[in-house]
């Protein structure tokens, strides 16, 4: 049941970090309610490390304050604080075995052995590896270590955990897994997860919350799905799920839809993304994602042209084969390559060097007025 004043375990308010002229972190705000698996999504180099190692107490913020449990935390040291971090490498102590790294923690905090045997026993059957408390480090597998190095926070019921790019050192086998390990720890322990990626699935898949963040700001949050099919910038739909681009200018428009010449000079109507309005004379950009788009041999694309207010022609230039999820790319007579997504079967498949024509709806291609660089 939603309260009416619910408790927040992290709240930013116009949180900055200046590095000399450099500005990592321009003023961001946000608060995450108490059990949620929130996710910090963005490119290199974009701030979202700099913005981690402020809630934990590594750097002090230039300006605006961090709170938890509604209580602020500027000027208190990173081991005064609530929160604790995992990091990509994990840093297990490999002279320990398993119970010694989660108990660890505990000791130094001079608790007695009962409760740390009983604190440890716990936690490990939290993270069901019951029967590991007497192995080395270097007996677990990959998996194992992610979830005893979560643990070795967990046994002191921390606030609010913070990962940072926690899964980057795993193979991709590995890391497919551990998304979903790692949300259902986040449901085991009903703490507060706060995880940085640059990978957009990782934080798609697990969070209920995301923030799009791009040269220290914060360009939106929302659910996966809000930030997915209802993007607010032509950066979150550039950078979260896979889209073809194009850029033009408008013809005609009535502010939400219109008619696009692009670049290449081929005309393409539109539905104004989230929060837009769309003038003519414009310069826009255009975004269509693989999946909104409908692949048919030409010969047979005039009984479908009705499906879609969109036609492009091409040749199929290659086929990229992932079972149901198959995706093939279109060279359009102006150069430019198309993506969209097929399903094959094995029987009258498409294949590379057919002619094709590329069908979607106006409502599919969420267009943005384009941001001119200063």
């Not at 108990?103 to 001079?110: E, M, Q, S, V």
């Not at 990962?163 to 507060?192: C, S, V, W, Y």
């Not at 502010?255 to 929060?275: I, Y």
């Not at 207010?309 to 060279?331: E, K, Y």
Request: net charge negative.
């Amino acid at each position: 049941m939603k309260q009416d004043n619910p408790t927040y375990d992290l709240e930013c308010l116009d949180i900055a970090k200046n590095f000399g002229s450099v500005r990592a972190v321009k003023g961001v705000s946000f608060d995450i309610p108490s059990g949620s698996f929130f996710s910090i999504l963005g490119p290199s180099g974009c701030g979202k490390t700099t913005l981690m190692r402020m809630i934990a107490g590594f750097e002090e913020p230039s300006g605006g304050d961090i709170k938890i449990k509604g209580k602020s935390v500027l000027g208190v040291p990173p081991n005064r604080r609530n929160v604790k971090m995992v990091f990509q490498h994990l840093a297990l102590f490999p002279m320990m075995n398993v119970y010694e790294n989660i108990a660890y923690g505990l000791r130094c905090a001079g608790f007695g052995k009962d409760h740390i045997r009983r604190k440890v026993h716990d936690v490990l059957e939290r993270i069901a590896l019951p029967d590991v408390a007497e192995r080395e480090i270097h007996q677990l597998s990959g998996g194992q270590k992610q979830r005893i190095a979560i643990a070795r926070c967990m046994v002191l019921d921390p606030d609010v955990l913070l990962l940072d790019e926690p899964l980057g050192a795993l193979d991709l086998k590995l890391r497919e897994a551990m998304k979903i390990e790692l949300k259902l720890l986040q449901h085991q322990f009903n703490t507060t997860f706060i995880y940085i990626t640059h990978d957009q699935s990782e934080a798609l898949v697990m969070s209920d919350n995301v923030a799009i963040m791009n040269q220290g700001e914060f360009e939106q949050i929302g659910t996966p799905q809000e930030l997915y099919h209802r993007p607010n910038t032509a950066f979150v739909a550039g950078f979260v799920g896979d889209s073809n681009r194009w850029s033009g200018t408008v013809k005609a428009s009535d502010g939400t839809g219109g008619k696009v010449e692009t670049e290449q000079g081929l005309p393409m109507s539109f539905s104004a993304g989230a929060g837009q309005t769309i003038r003519d004379g414009a310069k826009v950009d255009i975004f269509v994602r693989p999946e909104f788009i409908r692949t048919v041999r030409t010969a047979e694309a005039a009984a479908i042209a009705a499906d879609g207010d969109n036609r492009m022609d091409g040749v199929i230039d290659s086929l990229l084969f992932n079972g149901a999820n198959s995706r093939v790319l279109v060279r359009t007579g102006s150069g430019e390559l198309i993506e969209s997504d097929v399903t094959l079967t094995g029987d009258n498949d498409l294949k590379p060097g057919e002619d094709v024509s590329l069908v979607w709806s106006s409502k599919q291609a969420m267009c943005f007025a384009r941001q001119e660089s200063a």
